[in-house]
């Protein structure tokens, strides 16, 4: 089978087939036939580089029983696949944690459990459907509301097939740069091109680097033997530019067979190279980037751009090419760019047919910038800082979703939804007072994500039986207990709103309680964490409250919450409890979330947390008319803990811990489902 051919059959059957490393996979056509062919040797050049085509019928994704209701005009997301290291299928995987999606394929181990994977089945025709592919593999969703294709390219040139594919079967299309909308438009892409710039994950965050002996490089990407990315002219501009130094040295982290070729060998036969052949998790390349001094990305072609922006969210000086997507950050305050003076012609896959050119990366300039970053370490860190501060004001999930519904003339509404918290080990009663509560009480809209910590059958039932019931309410099942703030950072991290809302399940909310916190947080904009009046009486945010024996708890919590006034007013860190607590998204990103590792199973957690808000200039207030019943310590003394030792070593390790008012952001490194 010819590369032409293969053009032809992707053509042929509107783009239903992909690439899978070196293996072309042609899914089932129409009219029912399953091709089947293989052949060796599909690139023409270099020699020492072999592969095969396989043409399969596409493996069918894990069966889905999530119980998501999607509403008319809601946003669905069709990915092709989602993986742990390719770009589309990352975004994919990011993606059906935040909004619903159909999931094509799953690559790399990867689960559909705790996301909102959903079966094609279920979107309304109503639906605004964007597929998130390359723009060949676009099917014809024009059926319903909206069709929109998500893509992008890394050349001055449009592959030939895609104009058709695309006009015949979106609505609208979105690519990440202005540089490709002008490629695509140029193209013949007939349909409405909006920009949506891509995000760059929260775990990637700031890290102050330390003065170290060896300066050492980092190249990120996917190794090919049309030097795509452009490792080959990072380990050359390395070679030349420190012929004899002993104290740099080069990661070369990608995989694929282009590391194993001769050609490959002789160019990294340099013993301050280290060649890093395998796949990554984002913690793992966050370490890793935390662990050099600059970011190398001399790229030829480049859609985007995510690996230099995220080495910039870190901190790290980055050398990067201002060239299609990278053009959108490259600037010279924030990164050392390469320019551009010239193009070349690109090199692909004869399948793509003529794809014009791309960048030709002039190494002297690429040894200036890396000799700069060696000689001046201080201001390549000063660099780095200012790149960060870039990333979290335009580059962060928040800044992509409001672009996407601005694009689409959706009105974003996260500002109006809360996303609340709660885990639970064992103690059915108060699970179901508190839960019952929240169902009857919470009258702004909500997804409510309840973490069951290793707790008994009866719990297990009660909270399957609640998630078939009430779309809202998503189950996250660890088999162990691992603490109540680690079970919260799993929350936290399926949550998708601007408002985070953590609740003990030992509590009784009141009425219109999340209402009247979220008017507090809206009314006063310097307070990023805020708390409701509650029965208790050694804090300062509370009220006497006259339990009734004779009359129902849930009924005696309603009426005496009518009683109370609304109001606010400011805390200090100790006045304030955390049984019940909304802190805004935007606070969360900031100081991160709760430092499980350091107060685990102790108290503690709250207070250090309030205490970061607080160093990063936030208020924490109190909504007086928002009431919320505790049964204070239940819960703990059930599972044989003793709160007054919890509270005492847990101050301890705080008042230890507040003497590094610098070391104040917390990785969210919880896993779902433990």
């Known amino acids: 089978m010819t590369r032409k051919l293969i053009a032809e059959i992707r053509l042929r059957y509107n783009g239903n087939i992909y690439e899978k490393g070196n293996t072309f996979i042609c899914l089932k056509s129409d009219a029912g036939e399953i091709l089947k062919e293989k052949q060796a040797r599909p690139y023409p050049e270099p020699k020492e580089y072999t592969s095969s085509i396989e043409v399969i019928k596409e493996k069918a994704p894990e069966p889905i029983t999530n119980k998501v209701k999607i509403p008319d005009n809601a946003i669905v997301f069709f990915a092709h696949h989602i993986s742990k290291s390719e770009g589309y299928g990352c975004l994919g995987h990011e993606l059906m944690r935040r909004y619903p999606t159909v999931v094509g394929q799953i690559r790399d181990d990867l689960s559909l459990r705790d996301s909102y994977a959903v079966s094609q089945k279920k979107v309304p025709e109503g639906a605004n459907v964007i597929q998130l592919c390359a723009g060949d593999l676009f099917k014809d969703m024009r059926h319903y509301r909206k069709s929109i294709g998500f893509t992008m390219f890394e050349t001055n040139k449009l592959s030939k097939h895609w104009p058709k594919i695309i ?7 979105i690519v990440p740069a202005e540089e490709v909308k002008k490629v695509f438009k140029r193209a013949g892409v007939k349909i409405p091109i909006s920009v949506v710039p891509l995000w760059v994950n929260d775990i990637y965050r700031y890290y102050p680097r330390p003065k170290r002996a060896t300066c050492t490089f980092l190249w990120i990407g996917r190794l090919d033997h049309f030097n ?3 490792c080959f002219d990072a380990v050359k501009a390395f070679k030349k530019v420190f012929p004899i130094e002993r104290d740099v040295r080069l990661i070369i982290k990608g995989s694929n067979t282009a590391l194993t070729s001769k050609k ?34 001399p790229t030829h072609g480049e859609g985007f751009g995510l690996p230099p922006l995220e080495a910039m969210a870190t901190g790290l000086p980055t050398i990067v090419t201002a060239w299609m997507g990278c053009k959108e950050f490259a600037d010279k305050e924030v990164c050392y760019p390469i320019p551009v003076k010239e193009l070349e ?3 692909y896959t004869k399948a793509y047919g003529d794809i014009g050119k791309w960048a030709k990366i002039d190494q002297k300039i690429v040894q200036k910038l890396m000799r700069k970053v060696y000689e001046d370490p201080e201001a390549a860190k000063e660099k780095g800082l200012r790149a960060a501060k870039l990333v979290n004001r335009k580059y962060r999930f928040e800044n992509f979703n409001a672009n996407l519904k601005k694009a689409l003339k959706l009105k974003s509404r996260t500002e109006e939804k809360v996303s609340i918290v709660m885990a639970i080990k064992d103690n059915l009663g108060y699970l179901k007072g508190a839960t019952k509560a929240v169902i009857k009480n919470t009258k702004v809209e909500y997804e409510f994500i309840i973490i069951d910590n290793g707790s008994g059958p009866g719990v297990k039932a009660y909270l399957k039986g609640l998630e078939n019931l009430h779309p809202e309410i998503k189950v996250i099942t660890n088999d162990k207990n691992t603490g ?16 985070i809302c953590m ?22 904009q310097d307070c990023g964490i805020i708390v409701p009046t509650q029965q208790y009486l050694t804090d300062k945010h509370y009220a006497k409250f006259d339990e009734k024996k004779d009359q129902d708890l849930q009924d005696n919590v309603d009426e005496f919450a009518g009683t109370l006034k609304d109001g606010y007013s400011r805390l200090k860190l100790f006045d304030i409890y955390g049984f019940c607590h909304m802190a805004r998204r935007k606070v969360i990103e900031e100081i991160g979330v709760f430092d499980w590792k350091r107060y685990f199973k102790l108290a503690g957690n709250d207070t250090d947390l309030f205490w970061r808000a607080e160093i990063r200039g936030w208020k924490l207030g109190w909504a007086k008319g928002a009431f919320v019943y505790h049964h204070h310590n239940k819960i703990k003394k059930s599972l044989g803990l003793d709160p007054t030792e919890m509270v005492r070593k847990g101050h301890k390790i705080f008042h230890k811990r507040a003497l590094d008012p610098g070391d104040y952001f917390v990785t969210n490194d919880a896993t779902i489902g433990v």
């Open 167 to 173: 006009n015949e079967t979106c609505h609208e299309l």
């Open 228 to 230: 795509r990315k452009g």
């Open 264 to 297: 490959s060998k002789e160019l990294f036969n340099d013993n301050r190279i280290k060649l890093v052949n395998k796949v990554f998790d984002r913690e793992g390349l966050y370490g890793l980037m935390k662990s050099v001094d600059c970011f190398l990305f």
């Open 345 to 347: 012609p690109a090199r």
């Open 484 to 499: 109540y703030a680690y079970a919260c950072n799993q929350g936290i991290k399926l949550s998708r709103y601007d408002y």
């Open 503 to 524: 609740l003990d399940a030992d509590t009784m909310v009141g009425p219109l309680w999340l209402t009247k916190m979220m008017k507090e947080l809206k009314d006063h």
